[in-house]
Nanobody, 126 residues
Framework: VQLQASGGGSVQTGGSLRLSCAAS????????LGWFRQAPEKEREFVAG???????AYADSVKGRFTISRDNAKKTVSLQMNSLYAEDTAVYYC?????????????????????WGQGTKVTVSS
């Protein structure tokens, strides 16, 4: 499985960005998908996840501002980010959890994800 993330950039506080991640290889509809981020000198952290059945989960810090979605036909997962703060500045990564069952909720552990995209940088400035 290969993942290609895009959509990062620079935006002012309060602005919006939409990240996308295109997958190739494997059976996309059978994957759970996640977005993670890593700020300088910090550990990679869970941002949002979406299960095979479309259930979603969010980090408390982004709940109500970010929305994750998937398009199985296009093999893409997106992250709509609104009301961005400086604290959202990080490199954002998409990832797949291929060892998931249909009824499972998204997993928040970094170690549960098997394949990772290359990351796309988001910078939020005032």
């Amino acid at each position: 499985v290969q993942l290609q993330a895009s959509g990062g950039g620079s935006v002012q506080t309060g602005g919006s960005l939409r990240l996308s991640c295109a997958a190739s290889g494997g059976t996309f509809s059978r994957f759970a998908l996640g977005w993670f981020r890593q700020a300088p000198e910090k550990e990679r952290e869970f941002v949002a996840g979406i299960s095979r059945s479309g259930h979603t989960a969010y980090a408390d810090s982004v709940k109500g501002r970010f929305t994750i979605s998937r398009d199985n036909a296009k093999k893409t997962v997106s992250l709509q980010m609104n009301s961005l703060y400086a604290e959202d500045t990080a490199v954002y990564y998409c990832a797949t959890d291929i060892n998931t069952i249909l009824s499972a909720d998204p997993v928040r552990r970094v170690s549960a994800y098997d394949y990772w995209g290359q990351g796309t940088k988001v910078t939020v400035s005032s």
